[in-house]
């Protein structure tokens, strides 16, 4: 299958670098041109459009910011549906609202296009290795048309239901990933101001039961104060507006999703939004210790 990736930011990049090194023909568009180009140099071809990419690809993927960046890649000028043909797919692995994205397949059918939501699970380093887990909504015959690209970036596949339905097990699972990290800063907070160190903290929380992979891997990195991102905080929180809008919308009650969302909001707000979303440690030290 030829692939078009649209969106090279951090997590598109690496899906696109998966690709390339697993003998896909990649094609590749970003809104800001530069960060398309990097690929270049793996093999990828770069599209001046979304329109040119869908013209040369079977599957497009969509990787972009949220259910407005994806309207605009696919219905926009020079978008995805003006570069439509036979067999053309197109699959969604942004995070987005499911309401949004049901929306977003209806549309796509109106011009004879297939779409399915394909979020995933685990950041640029597992997508690098093919180690995502990777959550199917809508047809099946449109998902075994493409699987063979989802089984290259994939560790695991679930087929989780119609249009909309795997985004909103992503919200689910993006809500523990937004918690636990702020959880796992309290603990180093408290255990800081205790006077202990919290690499200690680390040794015996992952000599638990309730060790998890955040603090195996993520909570060392978090107590030296080392934030290269992954996955920026700045898009956590656009997740977690996704999740509060998703569960007002569905008559949910989630109250810890929305003290979650006002700290990494207040977190963007005070300059902390390009860092790793585990920075909420640093908002959380810096920011709270001044208000108390
Ligand atoms: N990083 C992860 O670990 C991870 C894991 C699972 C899911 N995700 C999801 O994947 C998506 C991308 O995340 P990321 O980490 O790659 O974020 P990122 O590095 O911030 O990249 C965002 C991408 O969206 C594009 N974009 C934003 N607004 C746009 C618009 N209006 N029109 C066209 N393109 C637009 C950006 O283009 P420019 O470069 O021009 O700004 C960039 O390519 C998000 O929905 C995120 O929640 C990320």
């Known amino acids: 299958m030829k692939v078009g990736i649209v969106g090279t930011g951090l997590l598109g990049r690496a899906v696109a670098a998966r690709l390339l090194r697993t003998g896909h023909t990649v094609t590749v568009y970003n809104r800001t041109k530069e960060k398309a180009a990097v690929l270049k140099d793996q093999g990828a071809k770069i599209a001046d459009s979304p329109k040119k990419l869908a013209e040369v690809s079977d599957l497009v993927i969509t990787i972009v910011r949220d259910s407005d960046a994806v309207e605009s890649v696919s ?8 570069g439509r043909h036979d067999g053309l797919i197109v699959a969604d692995m942004s995070t987005i609202n499911p309401i949004a994205s049901k929306r977003l397949a209806q549309k796509f059918e109106q011009y004879g296009i297939a779409m399915i939501d394909s979020p995933v699970m685990g950041g640029p380093p597992l997508a690098e290795k093919g180690g995502l887990v990777v959550m199917i909504g809508g047809k099946n ?6 699987k063979q690209v989802f089984d290259s970036i994939g560790e695991k596949t679930f087929h989780v239901g119609p249009n909309g ?106 300059g902390f939004g390009d860092i790793d979303y585990t920075g909420i440690l640093a908002y959380l030290e810096r920011v709270g210790k001044q208000t108390g």
């Open 165 to 270: 339905s795997a985004h909103s097990m992503k919200l689910a699972l993006n809500l523990q990933i937004s918690i636990l990290a702020l959880a796992i800063s309290e603990g180093i907070i408290l255990t800081k101001r205790s006077g202990l160190d919290p690499m200690l903290f680390f040794d015996v929380l992952n000599s638990t039961y309730f060790k998890t992979g955040m603090s195996l891997l993520k909570g060392p990195k978090m107590a030296k104060g080392n934030f290269e991102p992954s996955f920026f905080l700045k898009v956590m929180e656009k997740d977690l507006e996704e999740i509060n809008q998703t569960a007002k919308e569905f008559g949910a009650s989630l109250p810890m999703a929305s003290v979650a969302m006002n700290l990494y909001k207040d977190a963007v707000e005070h």
């Open 75 to 82: 219905f926009g000028e020079d978008g995805i549906v003006h």
């Open 141 to 146: 015959d449109t998902y075994e048309r493409c």
